[in-house]
């Protein structure tokens, strides 16, 4: 039996074998989350079925991916809309065809994180006095759910405020460095987001075209031109070295464009961020940054976005009065450097938004330009997110539902000193 979870993680971090074959840590790492999404699946129902918006009836959900739905769910009962899920499949583990899910494993120093891709099914319906106005009901398409968990590589409980370690009973208790206390369900697997592609072959950073339909056409149109040589009676070898080295100028220029604005720079960019930061994590960065957006398109005041940006949003706001569904799409991670007291990072996002219009839901495409600043002194991509924010000045936890202004010393939270906040936000 192996004592270490970085061994488990090991072990898990890919499975792509049967079931019986992991060990039985390995299954019961994976039980857990699994446990966790259908938890998740179970609040997310039940969420948006009741009336009103009660504060953190989410167990299962990290405070980012909360706040996006409680700022949903607001924005939806103001324009008297409501959403109902007719079904949603619980994610099964294990699974007798030996195929989805499919569980990953890393760690960002703080939490354990786990990505987790299984089919996803569900009929999800908006509707108002009883009127249908939208349904979305994917069949058999992967999905993504990341989440994450507050504990050391050794396999043992951390206190997500200072990363003390300690057991679970003297973290409920209190921390014995920090003072944090917390609940026991606070410990639990949390989801930090839910991904779900727009197509099944869309990827988030790269455009299938690029790699399939432009090759093909250009290799018929290669053929068509040696068909036609060979007709006049040209010698075929020329048309093919003229096609062979067509194709590879394509590919040349193909890359060249998508260093500039595709998945290689994306890639580029996450090489430079792991050099300052080697605990990052590409999937709960995005996963995080899915949520501020979400909970930016659906804010009613300034305030709402205070803790996620440091810019000026009033105008912005003003355009997304009638966005009841903010969904991410793509992502280019476009450059990152670092000065005396900030790291700064360049994204651009592809945004679907769904629009009340004329009493009707309709959908939209949004490309932004973001420059986003964390302190320098922070190393983790997955922030305090996952359990508690804590006062910089009195210790006390805030919460996300008042612009993470604490109930005690009235101190605004200064997520920048936690994790990544929006510095410049900008329509493309």
Request: with cysteine.
């Amino acid at each position: 039996m192996k004592d270490n979870l970085g061994d488990v993680i090991k072990d898990s971090f890919s499975q792509l074998g049967e079931d019986r074959k992991l060990t039985w840590e390995c299954q019961c790492l994976n039980q857990g989350f699994a446990d966790a999404i259908n938890r998740y699946k179970k609040e997310i129902t039940h969420w948006y079925d009741e009336k009103g918006t009660k504060e953190n009836p989410f167990s299962s959900v990290t405070q980012n991916l909360w706040y996006q739905h409680y700022l949903n769910k607001k924005r939806l009962e103001s324009r008297k809309i409501g959403i109902h899920y007719e079904y949603m499949h619980p994610t099964s583990y294990p699974r007798e065809d030996h195929q989805l899910p499919l569980f990953s494993y890393a760690h960002d120093g703080k939490h354990m994180l786990c990505t987790v891709k299984d089919y996803v099914s569900y009929k999800k319906v908006w509707y108002r006095n009883r009127q249908i106005l939208w349904v979305e009901e994917p069949k058999s398409r992967d999905g993504r759910y990341y989440l994450m968990q507050s504990k050391s590589p050794a396999g043992g409980y951390i206190c997500p405020n200072c990363a003390n370690p300690g057991t679970l009973e003297s973290l409920t208790d209190g921390c014995d460095y920090c003072g944090t206390k917390f609940h026991l369900e606070d410990f639990q697997e949390k989801v930090s987001c839910f991904y779900l592609p727009e197509t099944p072959t869309q990827m988030r950073n790269r455009n299938p075209i690029n790699y399939i339909v432009l090759p093909v056409f250009f290799f018929t149109m290669g053929l068509f031109i040696v068909n036609v040589l060979r007709a006049r009676g040209i010698n075929p070898l020329f048309g093919w070295s003229v096609l062979i080295a067509g194709l590879i100028a394509i590919v040349a220029v193909m890359e060249m464009i998508n260093l500039k604005n595709g998945a290689s720079r994306t890639t580029v960019t996450k090489h430079k961020l792991r050099r300052s930061d080697p605990f990052f994590s590409e999937e709960c960065f995005v996963g995080n940054l899915t949520n501020k957006l979400a909970s930016i398109h659906y804010a009613e005041t300034v305030e709402e976005t205070a803790p996620f940006a440091l810019c000026d949003l009033s105008d912005y706001l003003a355009t997304c009065r009638d966005v009841v569904e903010c969904r991410l799409t793509s992502y280019l991670l476009k450059d990152f450097f670092t000065d005396e007291n900030w790291q700064h990072l360049k994204v651009q996002v592809t945004l679907t938004l769904k629009r009340d219009i004329d009493q009707q839901i309709r959908a939209e495409r949004r490309k932004l330009n973001l420059h986003l600043i964390r302190d320098k002194g922070v190393f983790t991509s997955a922030s305090n997110d996952a359990i508690v924010y804590t006062c910089k000045n009195c210790g006390a936890s805030i919460s996300l539902l008042n612009g993470g202004k604490c109930k005690y010393c009235g101190k605004h939270l200064e997520l920048q000193h936690y994790d990544w906040v929006i510095a410049e936000y900008a329509v493309k």
